[in-house]
Nanobody, 122 residues
Framework: VQLQASGGGLVQTGGSLRLSCAAS????????MAWYRQAPGKQRELVAA???????NYAGSVKGRFTISRDNAKDTVFLQMNRLKPEDTAAYYC?????????????????WGQGTQVTVSS
């Protein structure tokens, strides 16, 4: 199973970006999907999460500005980021709990995508 994140970039304060993360492999189902971020010198933190039935939760610092969504048919999670601030600058990572298979074996694991850099200039 692989998670491929995309959509990061450089944007001015107040601008918007949309991140995407697509899962691929021998996937049976995907449970929770989430976005985390890590700024230089700081710990990785949860930004937003979404369950398989669409329930969401957000970090207080992004509530009202960011929206997480998913396309279950495409095994993809999105993060729409509006009204970006310089403090949103970080590497953003997607995470998913995936049930997958190989041969007669079934695996239930969390996977990480590679980071995608978001830089917000003041």
């Amino acid at each position: 199973v692989q998670l491929q994140a995309s959509g990061g970039g450089l944007v001015q304060t107040g601008g918007s970006l949309r991140l995407s993360c697509a899962a691929s492999g021998r996937i049976f189902s995907i449970h929770d999907m989430a976005w985390y971020r890590q700024a230089p010198g700081k710990q990785r933190e949860l930004v937003a999460a979404i369950t398989s039935d669409g329930s969401t939760n957000y970090a207080g610092s992004v509530k009202g500005r960011f929206t997480i969504s998913r396309d279950n048919a495409k095994d993809t999670v999105f993060l729409q980021m509006n009204r970006l601030k310089p403090e949103d600058t970080a590497a953003y990572y997607c995470n998913a709990r995936v049930v997958s298979g190989r041969g007669t074996s079934v695996f239930d694991n969390h996977y990480w995508g590679q980071g995608t850099q978001v830089t917000v200039s003041s």
